[in-house]
């Protein structure tokens, strides 16, 4: 997928690191913030199911629709943000690692869980 093509980008938008990720996104993406758009999670529940994307799964991963319509999650959606700003390439290619990406998705998933559990969303509803 060209760089450029528009990505949907389903994110907690209740959650302020999730806030800030995106308006951090937004700046150093600069031009291309333009073909990034950002849906939470909970105005798009709708929309998501109709994707075969639960609510509750939502919560717990970044989702990335392509303008194709397929749709990406986890660590590899964070790849694929990172792909359209060439400062982070290099990370990008990082955490694609089998190892790297492994271990990436481990604590992430366990990140998010302590979150949501913190904020008295857990399990997700």
């Known amino acids: 997928m060209p760089t450029n093509a528009m990505i949907n980008v389903y994110y907690d938008a209740i959650c302020p690191g999730c806030r800030k990720d995106r308006r951090r996104f937004e700046r150093w993406a ?6 990034i758009a950002w849906c939470d999670v909970t105005e798009h529940q709708a929309q998501l199911r109709e994707k075969g994307i639960s609510p509750e799964a939502a919560l717990r991963s970044l989702h990335i629709e392509h303008a194709n319509g397929r749709i990406i999650e986890g660590i590899d ?15 990008a290619w990082l955490i694609g690692l ?15 869980k302590q979150r949501l559990k913190r904020e008295g969303r857990w399990p997700p509803q």
């Not at 959606?77 to 990370?91: D, G, K, N, S």
């Not at 089998?98 to 998010?112: E, I, Q, S």
């Open 30 to 35: 600069g031009k291309r913030a333009n073909d």
């Open 77 to 91: 959606a964070y790849r694929l943000l990172m792909q359209r700003i060439p400062l982070l390439y290099p990370a």
């Open 98 to 112: 089998p190892g790297v990406k492994h271990a990436l998705r481990r604590y992430y998933d366990h990140w998010v």
